[in-house]
Nanobody
Framework: QVQLEESGGGLVQAGGSLRLSCAAS????????MGWFRQVPGKEREFVAL????????NYADSVKGRFTISRDNAKNMMYLQMNSLKPEDTAVYYC???????????????WGQGTRVTVSS
């Protein structure tokens, strides 16, 4: 099992930037695919980005391509999401997750953090 804790959320104006962090603990956390998902009230949790265990492959939702960048530092057991050119529709609670397969589907992720809230004002 991997324990995850997000940080870095907050309030930002449209066009601004935020960097989310996810601290992972667990003996084999560096071998997991890591992902970011987000959720707004009344909607399903949606995929944002993922990064393979060694960082060699990444994938993004179409809605964030070119604006968000996912990265990880396995030596520090950290994952990041750099969010630029933020839009009001990016407002959500952002969750980091760890899983054993390279997947955009939340059901393929076994471990989740508690989430960090991002609010983008217009």
């Amino acid at each position: 099992q991997v324990q995850l804790e997000e940080s870095g959320g907050g309030l930002v104006q449209a066009g601004g930037s935020l960097r989310l962090s996810c601290a992972a603990s667990g003996r084999t956390s560096s071998t997991y695919t890591m992902g970011w998902f987000r959720q707004v009230p009344g909607k399903e949790r949606e995929f944002v980005a993922l990064i393979m265990s060694n960082g060699g492959y990444t994938n993004y939702a179409d809605s964030v391509k070119g604006r968000f960048t996912i990265s990880r530092d396995n030596a520090k057991n950290m994952m990041y999401l750099q969010m630029n050119s933020l839009k009001p529709e990016d407002t959500a609670v952002y969750y980091c997750a760890a899983g054993r397969s390279i997947s955009m589907w939340m059901n393929d992720y076994d471990d989740w953090g508690q989430g960090t809230r991002v609010t983008v004002s217009s």
